[in-house]
């Protein structure tokens, strides 16, 4: 089954705007963790950011936030300023557990192409 | 501090070949994992070592092999190349944290093995 789902395939963004990346999840677990990572074109994987499900605040770090909303189980991924080098996939992933250092499996989302245009 | 290193970064086989697809992490990680990642579907699970001698099953094991002998080598072995295998391998070690009282799991990926099986 199906557990993380990115619905845009591809996004465009004007540089300097704000663009959301869409992310909904399914699990039955009460904790878990959501994980966003970028992929330029040259193919490594960078961690962005991350939201554990206790979490009561959204996680932010620099121009990337996490807005989630755990009863629509959704972990939207928000860079403001959109600079030409954030063109990349952009990859939601979630791994399920009941405790923080749980060592399940990570599932990933199909993943976004951003392209932002100067 | 290399991170998560991989090697090689390409490699060509024949059906039906046999070979080893090294990891090894220098941040004391415990946790290990091997995914595959194919266009249009994120990265999957292969294998994954929550410690030294302790390894389990992704999403995706078939055809695949793993041993942790170290906490800082996770290879991965391929037993008889299939063109199914054609893909890019990525490696990734996690750790979770503890900080102002809120904790988070990071998870770093190497630069990927670029692998094509004839």
């Known amino acids: 089954a199906q557990k993380i789902t990115q619905t845009q395939p591809g996004m465009f963004v004007q540089e300097k705007e704000a663009v959301t990346l869409d992310c909904t999840y399914d699990?039955?677990?009460?904790?878990?963790?959501l994980f966003w990572y970028k992929q330029p074109s040259s193919g490594e994987m960078i961690f962005l950011i991350y939201?554990?499900?206790?979490?009561?605040q959204n996680a932010t770090e620099g121009r990337y936030s996490l807005n989630f909303q755990k009863a629509r189980k959704s972990a939207n991924l928000v860079i403001s300023a959109s600079q030409l080098g954030d063109s990349a996939m952009y990859f939601c992933a979630m791994r399920e557990g009941s405790s923080p250092f749980n060592t399940n499996d990570m599932r990933f989302g199909a993943g976004t192409r951003l392209t932002v245009k100067p | 501090n290399a991170g998560v290193t991989q090697t090689p970064k390409f490699q060509v086989l024949k059906t039906g070949q046999s070979m080893t697809l090294q990891c090894a992490q220098d941040m004391n990680h415990e946790y290990m994992s091997w995914y595959r990642q194919d266009p249009g579907m994120g990265l999957r699970l292969i294998h994954y070592s929550v410690g030294a001698g302790i390894t389990d099953q992704g999403e995706v094991p078939n055809g695949y092999n793993v041993s942790r002998s170290t906490t800082e080598d996770f290879p991965l072995r391929l037993l008889s190349a299939a063109p199914s295998q054609t893909s890019v391998y990525f490696c990734?070690?996690?750790?979770?944290?503890?900080?102002?009282?809120?904790?988070?799991?990071?998870?770093?990926f190497g630069p990927g093995t670029r692998l094509t099986v004839l």
């Open positions: 939201q554990g499900s206790y979490d009561e």
């Open positions: 990734a070690s996690s750790t979770t944290f503890l900080v102002r009282g809120k904790f988070y799991n990071e998870q770093f």
């Open positions: 699990t039955s677990d009460q904790s878990y963790g």
